[in-house]
C-alpha cells in the first residue's frame, strides 16, 4: 500500500476503491445520542446517553481516554463482523486486510481532526497489545508501522508479565509503558476493534500513569452483537438504511471540525 502520492491523493484514491469493494456491508459508525453512546458510539438503552461501562466506568475516571473514535461497525453473524476476525485469523484473509488496511489509513489521515478538538497536537502514536502477550507483531501493527505518513514518534505499551484483572477489564497495570513519555504528549492509541473498551481504556489509562497529558483512541471497527435488544433495535432503523461514506470523520461522525 506504500505510495509516493502526498496523503490526501493517496485517501482520494482508497475511498472510491473501498466503496467499490466492500461499501455494501461497511457502516459508518453514528454520533447521534440518545441512538448512540456519546462517548464510544455504541448502541444503547432506551433513556441513556451513554453505554453502561462508558457511563459507569470510563468517564468517572481521569485515567480514561480524553476521545474516541471508531471507523465502522462490525455487527456480529454479519460480514463486518467476520471480517474484522478474517483480517487476523489464521490463515488470514488477505482481502479483510486490505479493507482493514485502507479503514486504518483513512482513520490516521484525520489525526488532525483529533488533535483539534482535544485541542493539543498529535505527539505521538501507540498501538494495542495482544492480552496474554502474543508472539511476533501484531497484523494491526504492521499495517501502522507500512504507513509512510505517520512519521511521529512511537510509544511501545507491552502487556504485564502478570495480569490483575481479565483483559475485558478496565485495569491499567495489565500494561507497562517501558519508553519515556515527554511531558504535553498527545497519544494516537490505535486498536482493531473496541467490544467492551476494557482492553484499550487499560491501555489509554497506562499511557496516562506513564505521563501522557492527553490520549486519543482511534478504533477500526465498534463491534455489535446482533442479538442485543438495543442493537436489534437500531440495525433496521440506522444500519440497515444507511449507506457508508469513507468521507465522513471518525471523530465528530460528520465533516471535520
Not at 454520533?31 to 448512540?36: D, F, N, V, Y
Not at 482481502?95 to 482493514?100: C, L, Y
Not at 495480569?163 to 492509541?189: D, K
Not at 463491534?223 to 471518525?250: G, K, M, N, Q, V
Amino acid at each position: 500500500m506504500s505510495s509516493p502520492l502526498p496523503e490526501p491523493e493517496l485517501v482520494a484514491q482508497l475511498a472510491p476503491s473501498l466503496v467499490d469493494t466492500a461499501g455494501g456491508f461497511l457502516r459508518n459508525t453514528l454520533r447521534s445520542s440518545p441512538l448512540t453512546c456519546t462517548t464510544c458510539d455504541g448502541t444503547v438503552r432506551t433513556g441513556w446517553s451513554t453505554c453502561y461501562k462508558c457511563g459507569h466506568i470510563y468517564n468517572d475516571s481521569p485515567l480514561a481516554a480524553d476521545q474516541v473514535a471508531s471507523m465502522i461497525y462490525a455487527v456480529s453473524q454479519r460480514q463486518s463482523g467476520y471480517m474484522m476476525r478474517g483480517y487476523k485469523g489464521s490463515p488470514r484473509v488477505q482481502e479483510h486486510v486490505r479493507i482493514v488496511g485502507s479503514l486504518l489509513w483513512i482513520g490516521i489521515s484525520h489525526r488532525g481532526c483529533a488533535a483539534k478538538l482535544a485541542h493539543a497536537p498529535v505527539t505521538h502514536w501507540a498501538s494495542v497489545p495482544s492480552l496474554p502477550a502474543k508472539s511476533g507483531s501484531h497484523v494491526l501493527r504492521q499495517l501502522i508501522e507500512r504507513n509512510p505518513y505517520l512519521t511521529l514518534p512511537q510509544l511501545e505499551v507491552k502487556p504485564a508479565q502478570r495480569l490483575l484483572a481479565s483483559p475485558r477489564e478496565f485495569e491499567p497495570a495489565n500494561f507497562t509503558v517501558p519508553s519515556f513519555v515527554p511531558h504535553g504528549t498527545h497519544v494516537l492509541l490505535m486498536e482493531d476493534t473496541w467490544v467492551g473498551g476494557g482492553h484499550v481504556q487499560s491501555t489509554a489509562a497506562a499511557l496516562k500513569l506513564a505521563g501522557a497529558a492527553k490520549v486519543s483512541i482511534l478504533n477500526v471497527a465498534r463491534w455489535l452483537e446482533a442479538d442485543d435488544e438495543a442493537t436489534a433495535a437500531f440495525i433496521p432503523e440506522h444500519f440497515d438504511r444507511r449507506e457508508y461514506s469513507p468521507d465522513r470523520c471518525p471523530w465528530t461522525g460528520r465533516s471535520c471540525p
